[in-house]
């Protein structure tokens, strides 16, 4: 029995042969009961169904659409279908082989007048007639299918043109042959040699679109064969190799020098550093030791060590990742939406042009004969390229979400990658995002000449049992310094101004300069330093015992070292760069000077941070927000664009429209220039189709003549049809080379 599967369906799709396939296709899949949204990807050949719906029943409406498909479940390695789509590949090649092998001795043989005329070489022609009728069935045959099938179900796709291109090319060229006295004289030309040179080129066309077409998907082929095959698990005290579906969770792993982490976990007990470039994107291993997480595909470096496992299988961050690209390169742009429903009608268009031409000849030209009505209506059908509108959006995308995810960058959608390009502002989250997120002591100033090890040490005696958020950053340089900390009692935390409390018998306060006025401490020694410290977007806190100053310990969370390059980076893509932060504004001044920010919103609740946001955009700004998809989900969500920055492992950030794996801001500038180089390619990949269609089809339908004295001959409009798809595949697969300007010298490269 078929269970209902709720959420997400993927389909292979096969027989689709043009964007007027994929209108068809989603017509039939959202007239299913259940269905609540589907899309199909041309360039990829699936589609993606929404809703309470049994896989079969999907199946069956596409089989009932004259298509075929099957349900795609699990991580697919793709190894199937590179398998078809090359053995595909080899038989389009053999009857593009077998086509030319007869049209182009033809061809030529009539450039050079060595063919007798129609008249005096019937029975020639008869046996060319044959002959190009076995090509058009064992080299065309699949085009007259597809027109057959959607014939019936009331459609008209690429195939469709193509058949009745060249199927009217050969019966009319039969026709000549068999009641020639009913010919004008002028019209008495056999297409037998057009037919087949047409078929040929069209093949081979294909066959060179398909194989451009598979390395579009070669990121997830990467993405998938980073997982290793097997794993080397701890049971009952003996270590084992077992496939990777078999390891559970919270098994003991072992991981030797050089080999890829097979699950995620956390390490148990060793020291090595991992190379997570595939994760992130940047290139330099990370330390890793007991405690600290480990992710399935990362390459471990010279140690050894043993990790649990917490999550396997589809939980994997991997895994999620080749999901998230999957989804990302199947969905559609507001402007894909709109060409799937100029190419929905490209078809039938198409066929009222040729009808329209070969009427206009026929009576307004009769002198010309019906040679030129045939040959006008042909080439109109043979010249149209429904394929290059179907690819242009489709086949960028995958190749933009492909190479971003190569990159550390996890594009959701393709509606991101069109709101890029209109982006005029970057909002960044400060904590975490510009800076590091984690308070470290920057300064020890002792009151006079003495020791800065023990005026911390008495400071982290009060925070070690503190709640504040600086006080870990005290705690922690105590323990760096190897300083033992003594016990407080009598502790007390004074919201806003500090601690107090017992150290070794001496009351010992910490704080403000609020907190040191209740106490009677005069910190005038020390005012200027730390309003100095202040203006430097440090936290200056004062200590005194027994009321008594005895110095300023400042703490402060620095600035990713790469933030200032980074925000300079997006200064020369045009953008404004706003910081939006819940810090005093003091503070956030201070570091927006440091890293060269442009405007700073600052004491700002996170629940007022999506009005901050939206006030922007009221302005007319079109805005991307950039924070760590927490506290920040709000802004992310109302943003124009949402960029989350992951930590390397948490990339189920739902409000982000783009997640970053790694920390830096350099992913920001890398994101947008890609996307923006990926949108550049659309519109290059739509412009060329349209314009070649707008063209083209006038001039088949012979618009140039009176200028000219010239037809297009058929066979050229077939050359010109096949070219046009590969062009566009071959266009989009220069995004496969897009790379980071931060990892060479040249300027943002935009594609």
């Given at each position: 029995?078929?269970?209902?599967?709720?959420?997400?369906?993927?389909?292979?799709?096969?027989?689709?042969?043009c964007?007027?396939?994929?209108?068809?296709?989603?017509?039939?899949?959202?007239?299913?009961?259940?269905?609540?949204?589907?899309?199909?990807?041309?360039?990829?050949?699936?589609?993606?169904?929404?809703?309470?719906?049994?896989?079969?029943?999907?199946?069956?409406?596409?089989?009932d659409?004259?298509?075929?498909a099957?349900?795609?479940r699990?991580?697919?390695?793709?190894?199937?279908?590179?398998?078809?789509?090359?053995?595909?590949?080899?038989?389009?090649?053999?009857?593009?082989?077998?086509?030319?092998?007869?049209?182009?001795?033809?061809?030529?043989?009539?450039?050079?007048?060595?063919?007798?005329?129609?008249?005096?070489?019937?029975?020639?022609?008869?046996?060319?007639?044959?002959?190009?009728?076995?090509?058009?069935?064992?080299a065309?045959g699949?085009?007259?299918?597809?027109?057959?099938?959607?014939?019936?179900h009331?459609?008209?796709?690429?195939?469709?043109?193509?058949?009745?291109?060249?199927?009217?090319?050969?019966?009319?060229?039969?026709?000549?042959?068999?009641?020639?006295?009913?010919?004008?004289?002028?019209?008495?030309?056999?297409?037998?040699?057009?037919?087949?040179?047409?078929?040929?080129?069209?093949?081979?066309?294909?066959?060179?679109?398909?194989?451009?077409?598979?390395?579009?998907?070669?990121?997830?082929?990467?993405?998938?064969?980073?997982?290793?095959?097997?794993?080397?698990?701890?049971?009952?005290?003996?270590?084992?190799?077992?496939?990777i579906?078999?390891?559970?969770?919270?098994?003991?792993?072992?991981?030797?020098?050089?080999?890829?982490?097979?699950?995620?976990?956390?390490?148990?007990?060793?020291?090595?550093?991992?190379?997570?470039?595939?994760?992130?994107?940047?290139p330099?291993?990370?330390?890793?030791?007991?405690?600290?997480?480990?992710?399935?595909?990362?390459?471990?470096?010279?140690?050894?060590?043993?990790?649990?496992?917490?999550?396997?299988?589809?939980?994997?961050?991997?895994a999620?990742?080749?999901?998230?690209?999957?989804?990302?390169?199947?969905s559609?742009?507001?402007?894909?939406?709109?060409?799937?429903?100029?190419?929905?009608?490209?078809?039938?268009?198409?066929?009222?042009?040729?009808?329209?031409?070969?009427?206009?000849?026929?009576?307004?030209?009769?002198?010309?004969?019906?040679?030129?009505?045939?040959t006008?209506?042909?080439?109109?059908?043979i010249?149209?390229?429904?394929?290059?509108?179907?690819?242009?959006?489709?086949?960028?995308?995958?190749?933009?979400?492909?190479?971003?995810?190569?990159?550390?960058?996890?594009?959701?959608?393709?509606?991101?990658?069109?709101?890029?390009?209109?982006?005029?502002?970057?909002?960044?989250?400060?904590?975490?995002?510009v800076?590091?997120?984690?308070?470290?002591?920057?300064?020890?100033?002792?009151?006079?000449?003495?020791?800065?090890?023990?005026?911390?040490?008495?400071?982290?005696?009060l925070?070690?049992?503190?709640?504040?958020?600086?006080?870990?950053?005290?705690?922690?340089?105590?323990?760096?310094?190897?300083?033992?900390?003594?016990?407080?009692?009598?502790?007390?935390?004074?919201?806003?101004?500090?601690?107090?409390?017992e150290?070794?018998?001496?009351?010992v306060?910490?704080?403000?300069?609020a907190?040191?006025?209740?106490?009677?401490?005069d910190v005038?020694?020390l005012?200027?330093?730390?309003?100095?410290?202040?203006?430097?977007?440090?936290?200056?806190?004062?200590?005194a015992?027994?009321?008594?100053?005895?110095?300023?310990?400042?703490?402060?969370?620095?600035?990713k070292p790469?933030?200032?390059?980074?925000?300079?980076?997006?200064?020369?893509?045009?953008?404004?760069?706003?910081?939006?932060?819940?810090d005093?504004?003091?503070?956030?001044?201070?570091?927006?000077?440091?890293?060269?920010?442009?405007?700073?919103?600052?004491?700002?609740?996170?629940?007022?941070?999506?009005?901050?946001?939206?006030?922007?955009?009221?302005?007319?700004?079109?805005?991307?927000?950039?924070?760590?998809?927490?506290?920040?989900?709000p802004?992310?969500?109302?943003a124009?664009?949402?960029?989350?920055?992951?930590?390397?492992?948490?990339?189920?950030?739902?409000?982000?429209?783009?997640?970053?794996?790694?920390?830096?801001l350099?992913?920001?500038?890398?994101?947008?220039?890609?996307?923006?180089?990926?949108?550049?390619?659309?519109?290059?990949?739509?412009?060329?189709?349209?314009?070649?269609?707008?063209?083209?089809?006038?001039?088949?339908?012979?618009?140039?003549?009176?200028?000219?004295?010239?037809?297009?001959?058929?066979?050229?409009?077939?050359?010109?049809?096949?070219?046009?798809?590969?062009?566009?595949?071959?266009?989009?697969?220069?995004?496969?080379?897009?790379?980071?300007?931060?990892?060479?010298?040249?300027?943002?490269?935009?594609?």
């Open positions: 029995m078929d269970q209902k599967v709720q959420n997400e369906i993927r389909l292979s799709i096969a027989g689709m042969s964007a007027g396939c994929v209108a068809s296709v989603e017509k039939a899949l959202q007239a299913v009961p259940g269905v609540t949204s589907a899309s199909v990807n041309f360039a990829e050949h699936t589609a993606v169904i929404r809703g309470d719906v049994a896989a079969q029943a999907l199946v069956q409406a596409v089989r659409a004259g298509y075929d099957a349900e795609l699990g991580i697919d390695d793709g190894r199937e279908r590179e398998a078809a789509e090359r053995a595909h590949t080899r038989r389009l090649l053999r009857q593009a082989a077998v086509a030319a092998a007869v049209g182009f001795p033809l061809f030529a043989a009539g450039l050079l007048g060595w063919l007798p005329s129609i008249e005096t070489g019937r029975g020639f022609w008869f046996v060319v007639g044959l002959a190009t009728l076995a090509v058009l069935i064992q065309g699949h085009f007259f299918t597809g027109a057959w099938k959607a014939f019936r009331h459609d008209a796709n690429m195939d469709t043109l193509i058949a009745l291109g060249t199927g009217s090319a050969w019966l009319y060229s039969m026709a000549v042959l068999l009641w020639p006295e009913a010919v004008p004289s002028l019209a008495r030309h056999a297409y037998f040699e057009a037919a087949a040179i047409i078929i040929a080129f069209i093949n081979f066309g294909s066959a060179m679109e398909l194989r451009a077409r598979g390395r579009t998907s070669e990121a997830i082929r990467k993405l998938v064969g980073l997982q290793p095959r097997t794993a080397r698990v701890l049971r009952n005290g003996q270590e084992q190799d077992v496939p579906e078999q390891v559970g969770l919270d098994e003991t792993v072992r991981v030797r020098p050089g080999e890829r982490i097979p699950v995620d976990g956390v390490i148990l007990e060793g020291t090595s550093s991992i190379d997570e470039s595939m994760l992130t994107g940047e330099l291993p990370v330390a890793k030791g007991p405690g600290d997480e480990v992710v399935a595909g990362t390459i471990n470096g010279p140690g050894s060590f043993l990790f649990r496992s917490t999550r396997i299988g589809a939980d994997t961050v991997l999620q990742i080749i999901e998230m690209v999957r989804k990302a390169q199947a559609k742009p507001a402007i894909a939406r709109l060409v799937d429903k100029v190419a929905g009608v490209f078809v039938p268009s198409v066929m009222i042009v040729a009808v329209v031409a070969f009427l206009a000849w026929y009576n307004l030209a009769p002198q010309l004969g019906l040679g030129y009505a045939v006008a209506a042909m080439t109109v059908l010249i149209a390229c429904p394929c290059a509108l179907g690819l242009a959006t489709p086949i960028s995308i995958m190749v933009g979400v492909g190479r971003a995810a190569e990159m550390g960058i996890l594009i959701r959608n393709g509606d991101a990658l069109q709101q890029i390009g209109r982006l005029n502002t970057v909002v960044l989250d400060k904590t975490g995002t800076t590091e997120g984690r308070p470290q002591v920057t300064d020890l100033l002792p009151r006079e000449a003495g020791e800065p090890d023990a005026l911390l040490r008495d400071a982290a005696a925070e070690a049992v503190s709640e504040h958020p600086l006080a870990a950053a005290i705690t922690a340089e105590a323990t760096r310094r190897g300083i033992e900390v003594p016990a407080v009692e009598n502790f007390a935390a004074h919201a806003g101004r500090g601690v107090t409390g150290v070794e018998g001496r009351q306060a910490f704080g403000n300069a907190l040191m006025a209740e106490r009677g401490v005038t020694p005012r200027e330093r730390a309003a100095a410290l202040a203006v430097e977007a440090r936290t200056p806190m004062y200590l015992v027994d009321g008594e100053l005895r110095g300023l310990v400042a703490v402060a969370d620095p600035v790469d933030s200032k390059a980074a925000i300079a980076r997006l200064h020369r893509l045009g953008l404004k760069v706003v910081m939006l932060t819940g005093a504004r003091p503070t956030a001044e201070a570091v927006a000077r440091q890293v060269g920010i442009d405007a700073v919103i600052a004491d700002v609740h996170p629940d007022e941070k999506d009005r901050a946001v939206a006030e922007l955009q009221a302005r007319g700004e079109v805005v991307a927000m950039v924070g760590d998809g927490i506290n920040d989900a802004a992310l969500a109302r124009d664009v949402g960029i989350a920055i992951g930590t390397g492992t948490d990339i189920a950030i739902e409000s982000a429209d783009i997640t970053l794996m790694g920390g830096s350099h992913g920001v500038a890398d994101a947008i220039a890609l996307s923006r180089a990926t949108v550049r390619n659309i519109r290059q990949n739509l412009f060329g189709a349209f314009v070649y269609n707008v063209i083209g089809i006038p001039v088949a339908a012979g618009v140039l003549y009176p200028v000219t004295g010239m037809m297009l001959s058929p066979i050229l409009a077939g050359a010109a049809m096949a070219a046009s798809s590969v062009t566009v595949v071959s266009n989009a697969n220069r995004l496969r080379w897009f790379r980071s300007p931060r990892f060479r010298s040249q300027p943002e490269n935009e594609a």
